[in-house]
């Protein structure tokens, strides 16, 4: 909450609801630019997929690093 970070239920409803997709893992990680956040998402053809997310602002544009 100190930091603002958005937290991990909204990440894990937005790629439910827009990408078809299920969050399996999560970890916050802090660097010296900030927070973020190593997701794995299991796509709709089961297939895994690893993503890095700001923690601050992960749906601005360029707030998913892949």
Known sequence: RK???????KLSSFARNKASSR??????CQTKDGFHYKLVLRGPNGKLRKLKVNAKDPFARGGMVQ
Do not use: D
């Not at 930091?3 to 239920?9: K, R």
């Not at 969050?23 to 916050?28: G, I, K, P």
């Open 3 to 9: 930091h603002e970070l958005v937290p991990v239920e």
């Open 23 to 28: 969050l399996v893992q999560t970890q916050l």
